[in-house]
């Protein structure tokens, strides 16, 4: 019997299987529940290809929905669909994240408000639209789990994304006290870095590959995200019924030492 046996669950953020989300589909496959993927502009074809790729009798049969978090009538259609095929949902994975290039690298004050925007819209206010396009199908022990990493410092290269993954960790807050009285939880993530497709976009990233593993109590493999798996599908699970507005490191221990 599997951790989530029966239950369904939506997955954003696959792009190919070096992805955490696909460790996560994976995972959530191997422990009985029935997912869909969702994909936005071109990097759907991507999704669909990858999602060919998960290890499953039916991996074929694994749909792909278009999902634009910065398109609010993708949600609706979305909703529509999940609802037609399953008639309800019960966990949400947001693993969507996205900063242009001017706000990433060594010039924090580079970045106009333009392209600040964008990266609060896509990985921040994300999670907001997921809720409002999956809850309603949502029922007691729903459970929203998001991809993060650790702000409670600066990091070198990081910028407008570390911004925006602060915020997003006030919104999961704010979606825990809204969603809890109906038995629907909230909860992040924090991972360590792990070599994906988002993680070659951030100049300087090889600074953390250098350090993690050094520095982290529980030592860090930066090409094992199974670890990070585990912790998401724990928490879509009903393993853990009173938490949510949480913050889980999954790091090694990197963010409890000092330097």
């Known amino acids: 019997m599997g951790l989530l046996d029966g239950k369904k669950i939506v997955i ?18 191997d422990e009985g529940a029935d997912i869909v993927l969702t994909g936005a502009g071109r990097a759907l074809r991507l999704t669909e290809r990858t999602a060919r790729k998960l290890s499953h009798p039916n991996a074929e049969a694994i749909e792909v929905f278009e999902l634009d978090v910065t398109v609010p009538e993708h949600g609706d259609v979305v909703r529509d ?5 399953w008639g309800c949902v019960d966990g949400v994975l947001h693993a969507i994240g996205f900063a242009p290039e001017s706000c990433l690298g060594d010039d924090f004050m580079a970045a106009p408000w333009d392209d600040v925007a964008v990266a609060m819209h896509i990985s921040t206010y994300s999670l ?13 022990g729903g459970a929203f789990v998001g991809l993060d990493f650790d702000n409670q410092q600066a990091w ?17 807050r704010y979606l825990a006290k809204e969603l809890g009285p109906r038995g629907i939880r909230s909860n992040l ?14 100049p300087g990233f090889a600074l953390f590959e250098d350090t993690w593993d050094g520095r982290a109590p529980l030592g860090w493999n930066v090409n094992d995200s199974e670890p990070v798996a585990r912790a998401v599908i724990a928490l879509l699970s009903d393993w853990f019924p009173a938490t949510t507005g949480e913050i889980i490191h999954v790091d090694g221990g990197y963010h409890a030492v000092g330097a």
Not at 12 to 29: I, R
Not at 81 to 85: N, R, S
Not at 159 to 164: C, D, E, I, L, S
Not at 189 to 202: D, E, N, Q, R, Y
């Open 12 to 29: 954003t953020g696959v792009l190919t299987d070096a992805s955490l989300a696909f460790g996560v589909a994976q995972m959530a496959l």
């Open 81 to 85: 669909a999940v609802e037609a095929k």
């Open 128 to 140: 907001k639209m997921l809720a409002d396009a999956f809850v309603p199908l949502m029922g007691e």
């Open 156 to 172: 070198p290269a990081y910028n407008w994304m570390g911004v925006a993954k602060s915020a997003l960790q006030s919104v999961n």
């Open 189 to 202: 993530v924090a991972a360590g870095p792990v070599k994906t497709m988002a993680a070659k976009s951030i």
